[in-house]
Structures are given as structure tokens and as C-alpha cells.
């Protein structure tokens, strides 16, 4: 799960520079910016030496995300640094390297696509499955509301889902996606809604590694058409023929974009999330239709007022243990967010899931995100916060025992089946509402009052109003976790535990 930082042989593809890791390469985007903008960030003391900030990028990424948000041309610094990051990464192939966005500009042949016809009806019933139960109708927007009185996800939510069921639906109650076309980047990946899209009657083309299973073809549920690329298709060896291939996708109509691939090592995190990105920025702006993607809670983000106070409450609410651990510091330094009132910014940064995991949430999903919202000719997005997921990336020990132990914090973690179902219904109410958050048409007062609401919709388990640093947090879960099931301390060690 941890991406390491040391020195390896680069890939050919959409890779890091020659000879710089994922968190040197990091901090010369940050400086790069921060150095051309020393009045926007005279607050941040960001560290002008690579090695302290590899030791210290938790906090110092809460302090430069702070002193962002609150400068009003904090979108045109979004896009200095997603530029940035694009210029840095390059494309390399035997003759050499060529920066990303130079690279995307290249002609290539689209990709050969086999389409599959499927048999279902067209309509799509909308379900979130949650633990053994599938939810349906009402009890999708009870389950809504409990995850906002239960400080696991911002009031937005509620309003999403209110909408949706309320406004997005057909006279059955069932959503209807026919005619839309979608392209999902890293279709197999475990919170793609792939399939949802297909249940809902829509034109999906696949993009991943690997082609759909067989069984995707017969699933009555699905229908619509299924795009996929014979043999699968590779976002980091052939993002020109990728970009070709959603081209050519895209001369039927302006096409949905999903950007979902996903992959942990070897600086894949933040690889895939540029590449994604630097395809879409290649496309022409009326081939777009939507931008669709998942931010992780466990990045720097600025509370809201709610969510402030929601911390009160817990600090004022916490267990006699809680205090006494926050007491000796075991529980680290302050509170759970740098800086206070509207440039609070959480303090969720977990140090093992490393700077390619960062530089992708920041980097290529944060700022990217606020970079496209608030453009001269903007990109309609949706761009929600995820709750930690129990995905296959996160089958490391220390995280399995966390979310074993995360309960006594008041911190809930999820299945894939809940977040992919819960987000695919988030998403679906942000495409088809023009009021919604990313939405071009919604009105805003700034740039930066559109930016603030982008990131309104947020499921994060209770994190944003955590009142302590989560890293320090995620150590004493993880004990937690271990006491009730210690066979997790035999695996933490290599082990099998039986």
C-alpha cells in the first residue's frame, strides 16, 4: 500500500522525471509555484529543502492548502499547480522523454473497440447496498440523513439525494440514462459505477487493462451498448491512442467522462490521475460533457463552519481515555485541523499511503477539479468526496486493523459495494441538475465562491470533524483494532495468524 520514495528503474509511459522519486518531484511543483507566488504563500513556511519536506509534507501540505484557499485567486493557483504537474511528468518511450502535455498533443489511431450489445431494459432502479440490505427509495434517503446526523458526511449529501429521488427520476422511479454516452477511465476499478451506468441504458465505453468479463454481456440488468477495447487498453503505455480512441467515442455527441483508474506502487497513484487528466485537457472543450471523479478524505481539505463545530462537539464529547491519550501527546499536536473558522483545513494526511497518493489527490483531483470548474470556458464536474473505502488497496495490516479500531473514534469506513452505489447516485444528481455544485450554469458570486461549493458534497465517515490529527489517530485505531482481533499482529509481522 505504501508508495516508497527511493530510487527505480523509470517505466515507459506517463512516468516521473529520470531520477527523481515521487516526493522530490512533488516538492518541486509546490516550490515551482510557491516560488512564483511568495505573496500568496508568505504563510505557508513551505520547507525550500526536499528532505525536510519529505519528512514533514503532512503538515506542510495543510499549510499550503491554508494559505490557498484564502487568497481570492485561489482557482488560478489551482491551475498553476495542476499545469505544473503536467509539465513535470513525461512521457518516455525508447528514444526519451517528452513532457506530458507535449506528449498528449501527438496523432494516433484509435484503439479497436468490439461493442456488445445488452438486453436490459433501460432503466435503472436506484440501490445503495449497505452492509446486508439493498436500499431502495426511501430508505436510500433515510440512509443519506444517518450518515449526516451521525457527522459521517456534510448536509449536501441529503440535499443530493433529496434531488435525485425527488427530481431525477422517471414516473416508475427509476433513472433513465439512455442516450448519454460515457467513457469510464479504469472501468474495472472497484468504485467505477461501470455498471450502474449500463443498468441505466447508457453507451459505455470501458477503458481498463483488462476487458469486461464475459458475464457483463448476459447480465439481464444491463443494457444499452458496451464499448471496450479488444484486449484491453493501458492509460500509462498509450494515453495518445487513449485520447484518440475518446475522440472518436465522442463524434456521436459530447461524451461523460469517468476517471476512475486507480492503481498503489511505484508512483501509479499520482501517474494514472495525470494521465487521465492530460487526456481530458486534450480533447476538444465541445467533446466533453461531464468530468466525473472521487477525492479521498485523507487529502488537505478546508472545513466547512458545520464541520468545525462539529469538532467542538466531539472534543467537548470525547472519552476520559481520549483526553488522557490527547494529554501525553500520543494523540499528537493540536487539533484536527490547521488554522481556524473558513481556512480550517483538516488535518487527515496518513503519512504510510505516501506522496504519490498526495500528489494525486492535490495535485490531480483537488485542484485539477477547481481548475476545470472555474476555466474561461469551464467543464461541468463532479468531483465528491469518497469515504474511506475497505478496497483491495487498502489490504495493508496497520490500515485492516485501523478500520478494525476506528469505531472508538467515531470514525465509520465502508464497503466498495456502498461507496460505489452511494457515489454513482451522487454523481447521476450532479450530471442531471443544473443547480448542482460543478454544474457551469449554477450561478456564483466568484471564482472562488464556485470553488468552495464544488467541494460541498462530502461523504468522509466522520473524519472532517475528527478532534485530533488523523495520523497519530490511525496508530492508536490500529491497537485498537489489533486488541479485538489479534491475529492482525500475526500478519502485521508475515504471519498468516492460523
Known amino acids: 500500500m505504501s508508495q516508497q520514495d527511493g530510487a527505480r528503474q523509470p517505466d515507459l509511459g506517463v512516468d516521473l522525471p529520470s531520477g527523481l522519486s515521487a516526493s522530490a518531484a512533488f516538492h518541486r ?3 515551482g509555484v510557491v516560488g512564483a507566488h511568495p505573496e500568496a504563500f508568505a504563510s505557508a513556511g513551505f520547507p525550500e529543502d526536499p528532505a525536510l519536506f519529505r519528512k514533514g509534507y503532512p503538515d506542510a501540505l495543510c499549510r499550503l492548502e491554508a494559505a490557498r484557499i484564502s487568497r481570492p485567486e485561489r482557482a488560478e493557483l489551482a491551475r498553476a499547480f495542476a499545469h505544473a504537474s503536467h509539465e513535470t511528468l513525461v512521457v518516455r518511450d525508447e528514444h526519451g522523454e517528452v513532457p506530458l502535455v507535449e506528449a498528449l498533443r501527438a496523432t494516433a489511431d484509435p484503439l479497436p473497440i468490439e461493442v456488445v450489445e445488452t438486453s436490459g431494459s433501460g432503466r435503472y432502479a436506484p440501490v445503495v447496498f449497505q452492509a446486508a440490505n439493498s436500499l431502495r427509495g426511501d430508505s436510500i434517503r433515510g440512509f443519506a440523513r444517518g450518515l449526516v446526523a451521525r457527522g459521517e458526511a456534510s448536509e449536501e449529501v441529503a440535499t443530493a439525494i433529496d434531488w435525485l429521488l425527488d427530481q431525477g427520476l422517471d414516473e416508475a422511479g427509476e433513472l433513465d440514462l439512455s442516450g448519454r454516452r460515457i467513457a469510464v477511465l479504469g472501468a474495472g476499478a472497484e ?7 449500463l443498468a441505466a441504458g447508457a ?5 481498463d487493462l483488462t476487458p469486461p468479463p464475459d458475464v457483463v454481456a448476459k447480465d439481464s440488468a444491463l443494457s444499452g451498448r458496451l464499448y471496450h477495447v479488444q484486449g484491453g487498453a493501458d492509460l500509462l503505455a498509450q494515453p495518445c491512442e487513449v485520447r484518440a480512441t475518446l475522440e472518436a467515442f465522442a463524434e456521436a455527441g459530447p461524451i461523460d467522462i469517468g476517471l476512475y483508474g486507480y492503481a498503489p ?3 501509479r497513484e499520482w501517474r494514472l ?3 487521465m487528466n492530460a487526456i481530458v485537457d486534450a480533447l476538444p472543450r465541445e467533446a466533453v460533457r461531464t468530468v466525473t471523479l472521487l477525492i479521498s478524505p485523507t487529502s488537505p481539505a478546508a472545513r466547512t463552519e458545520a464541520e468545525n463545530q462539529g469538532e467542538q462537539e466531539r472534543h467537548k464529547d470525547r472519552g476520559a481515555w481520549q483526553a488522557a491519550l490527547s494529554a501525553i501527546g500520543v494523540l499528537g499536536s493540536g487539533a484536527g485541523a490547521s488554522g481556524s473558522g473558513a481556512h480550517a483545513i483538516n488535518r487527515s494526511v496518513v503519512s504510510i499511503q505516501g506522496a504519490s497518493y498526495q500528489a494525486a489527490q492535490l495535485l490531480e483531483k483537488w485542484w485539477t477539479a477547481e481548475a476545470w470548474a472555474t476555466d474561461t470556458q469551464p467543464l461541468h464536474v463532479s468531483a465528491n468526496v469518497a469515504g474511506i473505502t475497505r478496497t483491495r488497496s ?6 485492516v486493523a485501523a478500520f478494525a479500531g476506528a469505531s472508538a473514534f467515531g470514525v465509520e469506513t465502508y464497503a466498495p459495494e456502498t461507496t460505489r452505489t452511494l457515489m454513482a447516485l451522487l454523481a447521476a444528481r450532479d450530471w442531471l441538475d443544473p443547480g448542482a455544485p460543478g454544474s457551469p450554469t449554477r450561478a456564483h458570486a466568484s471564482p472562488a465562491a464556485r470553488a468552495v461549493a464544488l467541494s460541498a458534497v462530502r461523504v468522509h ?5 475528527l478532534p485530533a ?5 490511525l496508530r492508536v485505531a490500529a491497537a485498537i483494532g489489533m486488541a479485538r482481533n489479534p491475529r492482525l499482529i500475526a500478519r502485521l509481522f508475515g504471519r498468516s495468524g492460523r
Open 29 to 31: 511543483i509546490l516550490a
Open 191 to 197: 468504485l467505477a459505477p461501470t455498471l450502474q451506468w
Open 203 to 207: 453507451d459505455v465505453l470501458w477503458i
Open 265 to 267: 506502487g511505484r508512483g
Open 273 to 275: 490521475a495525470a494521465a
Open 394 to 399: 487498502l489490504d495493508h495490516p496497520v490500515f
Open 461 to 465: 465517515g466522520g473524519l472532517y470533524v
Open 469 to 473: 490529527p488523523l495520523e497519530p489517530a
